[in-house]
């Protein structure tokens, strides 16, 4: 198991199984809207960290971001599995660039 595998295997358990302690059972705890919120919270301070050129900063909330977007995962039911296939089908197809594509001074 790679550690996102092992990671998303501890959310499951503290989703079956809630824990005193656990940051993941607080989230499960406060439902939906809380890690929608975290998720948003996360993917603000990737843009914000970015916008700063702040590499390692930048590498420490793609951390938060990645854990939160498993636990919504988890939250809604969807596995690494079903993210791997998605993903899997797309890598067949490269050259994704739309022709139609309008140029960005026409937007
Ligand atoms: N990868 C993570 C992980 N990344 C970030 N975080 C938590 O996410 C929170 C993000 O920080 P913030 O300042 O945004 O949030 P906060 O103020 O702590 O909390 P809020 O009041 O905003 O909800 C911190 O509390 C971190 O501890 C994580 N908590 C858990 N994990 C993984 O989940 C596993 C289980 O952890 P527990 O559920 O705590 O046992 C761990 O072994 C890790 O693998």
Redesign the pocket.
Known sequence: MN?YE??FE??LD?KANP?Q???????FE?GLE?IL??VG??ST?VIIASCKHDKEEVINEY??L???L??LMAELGITLDDIHAVMEERDKKTHNLKAERKPIENL
């Open positions: 550690v092992r990671v501890t959310i503290r824990e302690g656990s940051y993941t059972t607080y989230l406060k809380k919120k975290k919270e996360e301070e951390g938060d990645i854990y939160h498993l636990v």
